[in-house]
C-alpha cells in the first residue's frame, strides 16, 4: 500500500451507558448524520428489551451484547483467483471486523423486521439474537457453513 494505514479515532462513549461500543453501534444506525435520532432508536430499543425480557438477572445492555456476540462470525470466505478459476477461500476474521459485522447484520436485518418502529424492530432482533434465533443468526450459520464447505481450498490462504 502506498499509504500508510489510517490511526483509529477515539469514540466517546455513550451518555446513558458510558460505553463506546454502543457509540460505535449508533454511529453504524445513524443516518444523514443524525446522531441524536440514532441515539433515541436504541435507548428505546433497550427499554422495550427491558420491559420484553424473561431472563431477570441480566439488563437490556447485556441482552444486547449476548445478541452481539451470537451474531458475531469467526471465519468469512474471501474470494480469490487461482489460474483463471475462482475460489472461495475460509478465512479467520480480524476482533474488530467481527464485532463491525456483527452490527451490521443486526441493524440490516432489524430494518427489514415487519414491526411499526425502528426501536421495535431492533428490540424484536436483539431478543431474537440473544435466544440464537432470527434473520442475523441465520446469517452467521450460513457464513460458517460456506466456510466449512469450503475448507477443501484453505491452502490457497494468502
Known amino acids: 500500500m502506498r499509504k500508510r494505514q489510517a490511526k483509529k479515532r477515539p469514540l466517546l462513549p455513550d451518555p446513558r451507558f458510558n460505553d463506546q461500543l454502543v457509540t460505535r453501534f449508533v454511529n453504524m444506525m445513524m443516518w444523514d448524520g443524525k446522531k441524536s435520532v440514532a441515539f433515541k432508536v436504541f435507548y428505546d430499543a433497550i427499554d422495550i428489551v427491558e420491559q420484553k425480557k424473561t431472563d431477570e438477572e441480566k439488563t437490556g445492555l447485556d441482552l444486547w451484547k449476548d445478541a452481539l456476540s451470537n451474531v458475531m462470525p469467526h ?3 474471501r474470494s480469490r483467483r487461482v489460474g483463471g478459476a475462482t475460489f472461495q477461500i475460509p ?4 476482533p474488530d471486523r467481527k464485532i463491525s459485522t456483527a452490527m451490521k447484520w443486526l441493524i ?9 418502529s425502528m426501536a421495535q424492530k431492533l428490540a424484536a432482533e436483539i ?32
Open 75 to 77: 471465519v468469512e470466505v
Open 91 to 94: 478465512m479467520q476474521i480480524r
Open 108 to 116: 440490516n436485518f432489524s430494518r427489514k423486521r415487519n414491526e411499526k
Open 127 to 158: 431478543l431474537a439474537a440473544a435466544k440464537e434465533e432470527g434473520a442475523a443468526v441465520k446469517k452467521r450459520v450460513d457464513t460458517h457453513k460456506m466456510a466449512e464447505a469450503n475448507k477443501a481450498f484453505s491452502h490457497f490462504r494468502f
